[in-house]
């Protein structure tokens, strides 16, 4: 079992910055994918930013690219978000996601390549 325990939501404004991070603890896997999705309310979890074994590659939604950067640790089992230049759109629960099966981002844009999940943490960005 893994347990992911997310932390760095808030209530900003737009144009502000947020950094979230998510750690990893338990039964690890020797390599494994993460990825950050979110989701607002009445709508699907959404893929946000993922990150394959080594860190080199990384892939992001269309609408965060150039403000969001997705990153690793993984000595400490950790993966973070940069969030910057945030706008109202951006408001949602913000969810890190563990995939012992896949590490190449090519397979990690979507919810069923994860086996674990964070509770999620709430980012809320007004206008």
């Known amino acids: 079992q893994v347990h992911l325990a997310e932390s760095g939501g808030g209530l900003v404004q737009a144009g502000d910055s947020l950094r979230l991070s998510c750690a990893a603890s338990?039964?690890?896997?020797?390599?494994?994918?993460l990825g950050w999705f979110r989701q607002a309310p009445g709508k699907e979890r959404e893929f946000v930013a993922t990150?394959?074994?080594?860190?080199?590659?990384?892939d992001y939604a269309d609408s965060v690219k150039g403000r969001f950067t997705i990153s690793r640790d993984n000595a400490k089992s950790t993966v973070n978000l940069q969030m910057n230049s945030l706008k109202p759109e951006d408001t949602a629960v913000y969810y890190c996601?563990?995939?012992?099966?896949?590490?190449?981002?090519?397979?990690?844009?979507?919810?069923?390549?994860?086996?674990?999940w964070g509770q999620g943490t709430q980012v809320t960005v007004s206008s």
């Open positions: 990150i394959n074994w080594s860190g080199v590659s990384t």
């Open positions: 996601g563990y995939s012992g099966r896949y590490t190449n981002t090519r397979f990690l844009k979507t919810p069923n390549a994860y086996d674990y």
């Open positions: 338990g039964r690890t896997f020797t390599s494994y994918g």
